[in-house]
């Protein structure tokens, strides 16, 4: 019979801390011009909605003259417009809190906060669990041990 042997086991302790906290974040789109208008009775001396000149990027808007056809008649008259977004070739820098101070936003914006550390606070204890303290808003903290034992692996 031959003697047992233990030299395949193996012993692991992996400890860790992830801190995260996370960055601010600004998704702008610009949106583009709308004109309409409609009606029944109405005479158009000017239709009207954008012309080709261009301020900062986005048409220029033009005044309609409408008047009612035939008088003492009903008539109906619906007109609206949507002014597109000018060009904007730059955002402000962020404030030492990580947010966009005085962000420039388009007509179909989002923006997200970036976190605050405060308390945020994480430690590796070498006969212990680590530990982790919670920070302010938009942060995130993991504290992690994991004990492996393997035997003829």
Known sequence: MSPVS?????????????????????????????????????????????????????PDHVNGVYAIGTNNQSFTFSESITLGDTIVTDQTALTSG???????LYGDSTQYQGGTAGSLAGTLSATGIPTVTAGGAGTTAIGQRSIELSVFK
């Open 6 to 58: 233990a030299r395949e086991i193996t012993h692991t302790i992996v400890d860790s801390v992830q801190l995260t906290v996370d960055g601010p974040a600004l998704q702008t789109e610009r949106i583009g011009g709308q004109y309409s208008v409609s009606g029944s009775n109405i005479n158009a001396t000017t239709i009207g909605g954008f012309d080709a000149t261009f301020t900062n990027g986005a």
């Open 98 to 104: 990580g947010r966009i101070d005085e962000p420039v």
